[in-house]
């Protein structure tokens, strides 16, 4: 297995320490992770977003979802031991987990468990204080005739 170094990434960068943290994670992660349960994730719009997770035979009471430090975590723990007695069993009846990274202020909205399948709503609400802002450029000639009347000050005291 082909390992990259990302010490560069650290020595020569300041603040990306989580994305470097996340590629460094994503890269040493077991290649061979389970893909249950499975689930999509659907773009909604510019700032929205869906996570649909198959959570079948899962009750409310028995999902847990947390946001902590950037990473949405839905948990399943199956409650109730099945004593039936089956000629053959092919339903999985185990606990699930299944963590997202999500981006600088993406925020969990809402969830909602429907026919089986669990959506959870995103929304990437950006502050005001770091969207784009335009700045006007002024048009006036004052700067530059201040900046030349004070280069006449400074000739005529030389003179002086």
Known sequence: MNTIDLTPLYRS????DRLASLLDSAL???TTASGYPPYNIEV???NGYAITVAVAGFSKEELNIQVEKGVLTIRGNKTDKDEHEYLYQGIANRSIE????LADYVEVTRAELSNGLLTISLVKDIPEAMKPKTIAIN??????DYKVD???ETQEEKVA
């Open 44 to 46: 909604l719009d510019d």
């Open 28 to 30: 040493t992660s077991d």
């Open 150 to 152: 004070k280069e006449k």
């Open 139 to 144: 048009q006036s000639g004052k700067v530059l």
């Open 13 to 16: 960068s300041i603040g990306f």
């Open 98 to 101: 299944r963590k997202f990274n």
